[in-house]
């Protein structure tokens, strides 16, 4: 994965990272649920200045469950998410892969949030199961 192009569904935003994800990851907290229509979000994370971004984003924010101030990005014609930020964490942005132009060359290294996953929630038992946020500080749940 080197250069990454993506967008909404409408094509008023659009976006190129030239870089690989630090970390990809299916999110199932409750919110992710919301904004992925019932299932999982699955979440790319990239350092900020790897992502050059066109269009209009509008921007929802919330303080998420560790505390932190979320913006989490959405076009305006369209309402398709793109894009979540910390505003704590203002070097790292994650994307939304629902958004990439091939969603075929990712690679889910890890489902978090299990605990919130509804019953019939399918996990793929072959990676990572967290069932909150994972340990690892700098990549840990708030950015998702
Ligand atoms: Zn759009
Ligand atoms: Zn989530």
């Known amino acids: 994965m080197g250069i990454t192009n993506g967008g909404c569904l409408c094509g008023a935003v659009r976006y190129t990272v030239n870089t690989k994800p630090l970390v990809t990851r299916a999110c199932w907290c409750n919110l992710c ?19 050059r971004i066109t269009g209009d984003l509008s ?29 704590e964490k203002p070097h790292m942005i994650v994307v939304r892969a ?3 132009d ?9 489902i978090i949030w299990t605990s919130e996953a509804p019953s ?16 690892t500080p ?3 749940n708030d950015e998702c």
């Open 59 to 87: 921007d929802y924010v919330s303080i998420a469950e560790g505390g932190n101030k979320m913006h989490r990005r959405f076009c305006p014609s369209c309402g398709v998410h793109l894009f979540s930020e910390a505003e």
């Open 98 to 100: 629902g958004t990439l």
């Open 138 to 140: 700098q990549l840990n």
């Open 33 to 51: 649920q919301s904004l992925a229509s019932g299932n999982a979000t699955i979440n790319l994370a990239f350092p900020t200045s790897a992502l």
């Open 120 to 135: 019939w929630a399918y996990l793929d038992p072959s990676v990572p199961h967290f069932d909150k946020q994972p340990p």
């Open 102 to 110: 091939d969603k075929e060359q990712i690679d889910v290294g890890g």
